[in-house]
């Protein structure tokens, strides 16, 4: 018999994370799991043999699987064994057999590890810098910014270095280090690549640097690009990057690097941001991009891309190795599973959450399309099944602002479905998946894309059976400004739920994480500079029409939107009394509504469908 979606359905649901695949086509990947009676999040890789035989390691936070070259060993990073209040993280080999062993322990942690040889491991750490570490932790200090980086804490005082580290005797040498942030790492011929910041003052640029592992001598090799990642293989340099062209929300495209000159492998040729670098597969590079509401597994050849898989669903990840593909994808009615793409052939490897699909029927979500002022916007309405409508609606509005929905599978919005709602949302201007020009949303926060999801929702009413008297709008991070911004500018919504959103951006600018880079690139200059554009841009200071009932939910660790944020919002409209009810989860950052311990997504989720129920009378 067919029932409801529940909310312990949602963190029954089993997440596949980093995959990788060896040169013998054996498969590591991670699976999280919720355990709700410890209050954990259990993650542990997974071995699948090329012979199709499984095996996986009991751990707890385990991550980042990587095969060594002969694909014998599994290194991976995870904090087995270490108590709650032990910092850092320990760098396990397993051989094929037995349980993994410990070969080193990285106090400060791993930012990124990759195999030289069968016998040593690149590391990049954190580590102390002299005179701006208190050893006792009694309190941090920083000459430069941020002070803190969201799901990681205070990050004041750190530099960053580049270790060998000998598998055998677990001995981890020094070999280079920078006083910049490191963010991603390749192994070449002799040498080892890093991405790092290229001026803490302006960190939308990055440095590329090569490092020679015999000598330690390094030297960057390219400047003035946005560099998100790179990959070393068949004996070339590729690195996924931009040129700031539009500011932060430039598309990364595919280039290939040779003596230290980029040449872009997609210019002209792809007007989409991709996300990933896979890997070579018959001679092709792979990669994933967005596209219209789907993420593409793809390859390049010759300037000719083929699609793999991807449209009417979502690759989250992907690796490619020995001329296969291990993928992760899901689509709007079927949740994340594992395939295995060979020779023209996808084989699904995983069916961790299929048992969901024997006893739910999902809602699979309808696609129109509109005109605003000549732009065309993407959306889709999801409705309940049984029963005529009217409906009550909720306007999902998504993160970003170059954020994306379409087409994987949500959770929290087949929930809602479940509980008698209907589900309207859409991709306005600043999302991502069409062309970098509509990415473009510099100093328009709250204008354009605030026309283009109100004539969405309105589409929506108007041809489906929505109850326009009974609806709320809702969304997390952009989605919360927006939602904050929303109740500013309209009565319609009889109730509205803004999660750790923005609502000042003046605050924001000193406070968050990436605020003192990112707000002067989309709000246009500094606070100093740009009052001003601040102050109409931030929620916070247009309360006085507003009437909808507001919830905000808010993560006391959330460093990337400050919990001033919600605060500064609930502070005015409570003092001008306005209905307004503000809870603050005690732990968790910026992404808190995924990846919370899972007590507080349950109370998250009970919370929210409590307050929707009783203001839309559902």
Same mark, same amino acid.
């Given at each position: 018999?067919?029932?409801?979606?529940?909310?312990?359905?949602?963190?029954?649901?089993?997440?596949?994370?980093?995959?990788?695949?060896?040169?013998?086509?054996?498969?590591?990947?991670?699976?999280?799991?919720?355990?709700?009676?410890?209050?954990?999040?259990?993650?542990?890789?997974?071995?699948?043999?090329?012979?199709?035989?499984?095996?996986?390691?009991?751990?707890?936070?385990?991550?980042?699987?990587?095969?060594?070259?002969?694909?014998?060993?599994?290194?991976?990073?995870?904090?087995?064994?270490?108590?709650?209040?032990?910092?850092?993280?320990?760098?396990?080999?397993?051989?094929?057999?037995?349980?993994?062993?410990?070969?080193?322990?990285?106090?400060?942690?791993?930012?990124?590890?990759?195999?030289?040889?069968?016998?040593?491991?690149?590391?990049?750490?954190?580590?102390?810098?002299?005179?701006?570490?208190?050893?006792?932790?009694?309190?941090?200090?920083?000459?430069?910014?941020?002070?803190?980086?969201?799901?990681?804490?205070?990050?004041?005082?750190?530099?960053?270095?580049?270790?060998?580290?000998?598998? @055998? +005797? /677990?001995? $981890?040498?020094?070999?280079?280090? &920078? #006083?910049? %942030? *490191?963010?991603?790492?390749?192994?070449?011929? =002799?040498?080892?690549?890093?991405?790092?910041?290229?001026?803490?003052?302006?960190?939308?640029?990055?440095?590329?640097?090569?490092?020679?592992?015999?000598?330690?001598?390094?030297?960057?090799?390219?400047?003035?690009?946005?560099?998100?990642?790179?990959?070393?293989?068949?004996?070339?340099?590729?690195?996924?990057?931009?040129?700031?062209?539009?500011?932060?929300?430039?598309?990364?495209?595919?280039?290939?690097?040779?003596?230290?000159?980029?040449?872009?492998?997609?210019?002209?040729?792809?007007?989409?941001?991709?996300?990933?670098?896979?890997?070579?597969?018959?001679?092709?590079?792979?990669?994933?991009?967005? @596209? +219209? /509401?789907? $993420?593409?597994?793809?390859?390049? &050849? #010759?300037? %000719? *891309?083929?699609?793999?898989?991807?449209?009417? =669903?979502?690759?989250?990840?992907?690796?490619?190795?020995?001329?296969?593909?291990?993928?992760?994808?899901?689509?709007?009615?079927?949740?994340?599973?594992?395939?295995?793409?060979?020779?023209?052939?996808?084989?699904?490897?995983?069916?961790?959450?299929?048992?969901?699909?024997?006893?739910?029927?999902?809602?699979?979500?309808?696609?129109?399309?509109?005109?605003?002022?000549?732009?065309?916007?993407?959306?889709?309405?999801?409705?309940?099944?049984?029963?005529?409508?009217?409906?009550?609606?909720?306007?999902?509005?998504?993160?970003?602002?170059?954020?994306?929905?379409?087409?994987?599978?949500?959770?929290?919005?087949?929930?809602?479905? $479940?509980?008698?709602?209907?589900?309207?949302?859409?991709?306005?201007?600043?999302?991502?998946?069409?062309?970098?020009?509509?990415?473009?949303?510099?100093?328009?926060?709250?204008?354009?894309?605030?026309?283009?999801?109100?004539?969405?929702?309105?589409?929506?009413?108007?041809?489906?059976?929505?109850?326009?008297?009974?609806?709320?709008?809702?969304?997390?991070?952009?989605?919360?400004?927006?939602?904050?911004?929303?109740?500013?500018?309209?009565?319609?919504?009889?109730?509205?739920?803004?999660?750790?959103?923005?609502?000042?951006?003046?605050?924001?600018?000193?406070?968050?994480?990436?605020?003192?880079?990112?707000?002067?690139?989309?709000?246009?200059?500094?606070?100093?500079?740009?009052?001003?554009?601040?102050?109409?841009?931030?929620?916070?200071?247009?309360?006085?029409?507003?009437?909808?009932?507001?919830?905000?939910?808010?993560?006391?660790?959330?460093?990337?939107?400050?919990?001033?944020?919600?605060?500064?919002?609930?502070?005015?409209?409570?003092?001008?009394?306005?209905?307004?009810?503000?809870?603050?989860?005690?732990?968790?950052?910026?992404?808190?509504?995924?990846?919370?311990?899972?007590?507080?997504?349950?109370?998250?989720?009970?919370?929210?469908?409590?307050?929707?129920?009783?203001?839309?009378?559902?």
């Amino acid at each position: 018999m067919v029932r409801k979606f529940s909310v312990d359905d949602i963190l029954k649901l089993v997440s596949i994370g980093e995959v990788r695949v060896s040169c013998k086509r054996d498969l590591a990947f991670t699976v999280s799991r919720n355990d709700l009676e410890k209050n954990k999040v259990w993650s542990e890789v997974h071995i699948v043999r090329c012979d199709g035989s499984r095996s996986f390691l009991v751990g707890e936070g385990d991550s980042r699987p990587r095969w060594s070259p002969s694909g014998c060993l599994l290194a991976f990073v995870s904090r087995r064994g270490a108590s709650e209040s032990e910092r850092g993280a320990g760098v396990f080999v397993w051989s094929g057999f037995g349980d993994a062993r410990k070969v080193a322990w990285f106090k400060y942690g791993v930012i990124a590890l990759e195999w030289i040889d069968d016998s040593s491991i690149a590391i990049i750490t954190p580590s102390p810098i002299d005179g701006l570490y208190d050893s006792d932790e009694d309190y941090y200090a920083t000459d430069r910014l941020p002070l803190w980086a969201d799901g990681v804490g205070y990050i004041a005082g750190l530099k960053y270095e580049v270790h060998i580290l000998d598998v @055998d +005797s /677990g001995y $981890s040498r020094k070999i280079a280090e &920078d #006083d910049e %942030r *490191i963010t991603d790492l390749a192994v070449g011929d =002799g040498v080892i690549y890093y991405v790092a910041v290229d001026n803490w003052r302006n960190p939308i640029f990055s440095r590329l640097v090569e490092v020679d592992i015999k000598s330690g001598s390094k030297k960057t090799i390219l400047q003035g690009y946005q560099i998100s990642s790179i990959r070393f293989m068949d004996g070339k340099l590729y690195g996924l990057m931009h040129r700031n062209e539009i500011g932060i929300a430039s598309h990364s495209k595919l280039w290939v690097i040779e003596d230290g000159k980029p040449r872009c492998l997609t210019s002209g040729i792809l007007d989409r941001n991709i996300y990933s670098i896979v890997g070579s597969i018959d001679g092709k590079l792979a990669f994933i991009y967005a @596209d +219209s /509401g789907s $993420s593409i597994l793809a390859t390049i &050849d #010759d300037g %000719r *891309i083929e699609k793999i898989v991807g449209e009417g =669903g979502y690759v989250h990840s992907a690796y490619a190795e020995a001329d296969a593909i291990a993928y992760t994808y899901s689509t709007p009615t079927i949740p994340q599973e594992l395939y295995l793409y060979v020779d023209g052939e996808h084989r699904k490897i995983s069916r961790f959450n299929e048992w969901i699909l024997n006893e739910v029927n999902f809602s699979n979500p309808v696609r129109e399309v509109i005109s605003v002022d000549g732009e065309m916007v993407e959306g889709w309405i999801m409705l309940p099944s049984g029963g005529s409508g009217p409906h009550p609606v909720i306007l999902y509005i998504h993160g970003g602002p170059k954020g994306m929905y379409g087409y994987t599978f949500s959770p929290e919005m087949q929930l809602m479905v $479940s509980e008698g709602f209907a589900v309207v949302y859409s991709n306005p201007r600043g999302s991502d998946g069409y062309s970098e020009e509509f990415a473009d949303i510099r100093g328009r926060y709250g204008d354009v894309d605030y026309k283009q999801i109100m004539a969405f929702l309105d589409h929506a009413l108007s041809k489906y059976p929505l109850d326009g008297n009974r609806m709320a709008v809702t969304g997390i991070s952009y989605g919360g400004y927006m939602t904050n911004v929303v109740v500013t500018k309209t009565d319609r919504f009889k109730a509205a739920v803004s999660e750790n959103g923005i609502a000042d951006w003046i605050c924001d600018y000193w406070a968050s994480d990436i605020g003192y880079w990112f707000d002067p690139d989309q709000i246009i200059g500094t606070p100093q500079e740009n009052l001003k554009n601040y102050l109409e841009k931030s929620p916070a200071f247009h309360v006085d029409s507003v009437k909808t009932p507001m919830l905000f939910i808010h993560s006391a660790q959330d460093y990337r939107c400050f919990i001033d944020q919600s605060l500064a919002m609930h502070v005015s409209l409570a003092l001008r009394g306005k209905e307004s009810k503000l809870i603050v989860f005690s732990k968790g950052s910026h992404g808190h509504s995924m990846r919370a311990e899972p007590r507080h997504r349950r109370k998250r989720y009970q919370l929210k469908i409590q307050w929707l129920k009783e203001k839309l009378k559902a």
